[in-house]
């Protein structure tokens, strides 16, 4: 199950996540060492990481998730200027 992946790798991640270029605040998670199709891109917090929006194929779905995960950021009250 995806989502059960993604917790597993929030939970290893601790500390390690690829920074995206040009966005100040959002990491990508590499599931599956990079072989997974699927990025959930997460905002650090104080205990660990948020879920903000998941690209389902990075390849395809990266500017959409980027989007939605700025949509939700500013819904929060949260978006970095």
């Avoid at 995206?20 to 650090?44: I, T, Y």
């Amino acid at each position: 199950m995806v989502v059960a992946a993604v917790i597993r790798t929030v939970v290893a991640c601790r500390g390690g996540a690829k920074s995206l270029a040009g966005e100040a605040d959002l990491f990508e998670l590499r599931p599956r060492q990079g072989s997974s199709k699927a990025r959930p891109l997460v905002v650090r917090r104080r205990d660990g990481y948020l879920i903000v929006a998941v690209a389902a194929d990075h390849a395809k779905d990266m500017r959409r998730a980027v989007a939605d995960a700025h949509e939700r950021l500013e819904a929060r009250g949260e978006l970095a200027e």
